[in-house]
Nanobody, 116 residues
Framework: QLQLVESGGGLVQAGGSLRLSCAGSGRTFSSFVVGWFRQAPGKDREFVATSWSDGSKNYADSVKGRFTISRDNAKNTWYLQMNSLKPEDTAIYYC??????????WGQGTQVTVSS
C-alpha cells in the first residue's frame, strides 16, 4: 500500500528556517511527480512546489527564492527547505505524489507555525 509520511514541522520565529521531509513507501517514486501543498485555517489547500522526474521544478510565486524542493530517489524521500519564513507561511503542509500530478496521493500533513 502506497503511503506518504511527512515530518519536520514545528514552531519557528519569523525569518527562521525549517526543513520538511516526506517519506514514501509501497513503491518506487522516481518516476512520480512529487510536491508540497499547504492549507491555512479557513483557506483552500494551495500549491507550494513540485519536482518532476525529469528534474524540473515549479514554485508558487509566494515562496520563490525562499523555499527549495529536492528529492532523494534512492531514499524515496523528498524535502522542502523553507528559509526566511513569514507568519503568512503558517499552515498545515502536505506532501503529494502521483503519475502526471502530485495530487494523486497525500500525506497526513505537518503543522508549520511561524511567529512574528
Amino acid at each position: 500500500q502506497l503511503q506518504l509520511v511527512e515530518s519536520g514541522g514545528g514552531l519557528v520565529q519569523a525569518g527562521g528556517s525549517l526543513r520538511l521531509s516526506c517519506a514514501g513507501s509501497g513503491r518506487t517514486f522516481s518516476s512520480f511527480v512529487v510536491g508540497w501543498f499547504r492549507q491555512a485555517p479557513g483557506k483552500d489547500r494551495e500549491f507550494v512546489a513540485t519536482s518532476w522526474s525529469d528534474g524540473s521544478k515549479n514554485y508558487a510565486d509566494s515562496v520563490k527564492g525562499r523555499f527549495t524542493i529536492s528529492r532523494d530517489n534512492a531514499k524515496n524521500t523528498w524535502y522542502l527547505q523553507m528559509n526566511s519564513l513569514k507568519p503568512e507561511d503558517t499552515a498545515i503542509y502536505y506532501c503529494g505524489a502521483g503519475v502526471g500530478s502530485p495530487r494523486n496521493y497525500w500525506g497526513q500533513g505537518t503543522q508549520v507555525t511561524v511567529s512574528s
